[in-house]
């Protein structure tokens, strides 16, 4: 099975500290990608990227910047922390455009 | 952009009961998928479904891609088949990122 590995499962960041939330996966996918989920908001993506070094903004970038520099790694950092960007944050991986994603456990942040 | 509509947004059913998940979708899609999210947080995906039925156990999946919706079936629940299950699709010409996410359904299983 693949696995996706997101470095922390809770963290509590200061407003203005620059954060790496780090996803790994295994199995060698095509595709990775950032999402957050908020209550009566739903899973909204931040940024994905489809190959080494690439990427693409999603529906909310602002904030946000990611780094691929190798395929089983995709960071999303966070330039200068807000309040509201207190959230969950779901890393996926893909093998291609049109398969199924695999999710990882998730980083549930809170900025203070 | 694709419009993905969960109904019923609430269920709540006795350990044993058959359900049924119902997702619409605006637009002709490649992709639809089905997750389940336990308490936990963690979203498992259950089938990737663009069209056709697939079965894995007591969980089933129908996407009818010319009609626009999808159905999850849950047969003979068990308390640990609570949660929230979200359908996610991306419609055919989008863009490649970008899965769209129901609202969801959330399940809770009685003993």
């Known amino acids: 099975d693949v696995k996706v590995t997101q470095s922390s499962r809770y963290l509590v960041k200061r407003t203005g500290e620059k954060v790496f939330l780090e996803c790994v996966q295994d199995?060698?996918?095509?595709?990775m990608f950032w999402y957050r989920q908020d209550p009566g908001l739903g899973l909204r993506l931040i940024y994905f990227?489809?190959?080494?070094?690439?990427?693409e903004k999603g529906d909310i970038p602002e904030g946000y910047s990611v780094s691929r520099e190798k395929k089983e790694r995709f960071s999303l950092i966070l330039e200068s922390a807000s309040t509201n960007q207190t959230s969950m944050y779901l890393c996926?991986?893909?093998?291609?455009?049109?398969?199924?994603?695999?999710f990882g456990s998730g980083t549930r942040l809170t900025v203070v | 952009g694709i419009q993905v509509e969960q109904s019923p947004p609430d269920l709540i059913l006795q350990e044993g009961a058959n359900s049924t998940l119902r997702c619409n979708f605006s637009?002709?899609?490649?992709?639809l998928q089905w997750f389940h999210q336990n308490p936990w947080g963690q979203l498992i995906n259950l089938f990737y479904?663009?069209?056709g039925t697939k079965q894995n156990g007591r969980l089933s999946a129908t996407t009818v891609a010319t009609e626009r919706y999808s159905l999850l079936y849950i047969s003979s629940s068990q308390t640990t088949d609570s949660g929230v299950y979200f359908c996610?699709?991306?419609?055919?010409?989008?863009?490649?990122?970008?899965?769209?996410f129901g609202k969801g359904t959330k399940l809770s299983v009685k003993p």
């Open positions: 996926a991986s893909s093998f291609s455009v049109n398969y199924g994603y695999t």
């Open positions: 199995m060698d996918h095509e595709n």
């Open positions: 990227s489809y190959d080494v070094k690439m990427k």
């Open positions: 637009d002709s899609v490649n992709n």
């Open positions: 479904i663009p069209s």
């Open positions: 996610a699709s991306r419609a055919e010409g989008g863009s490649q990122g970008n899965l769209i």
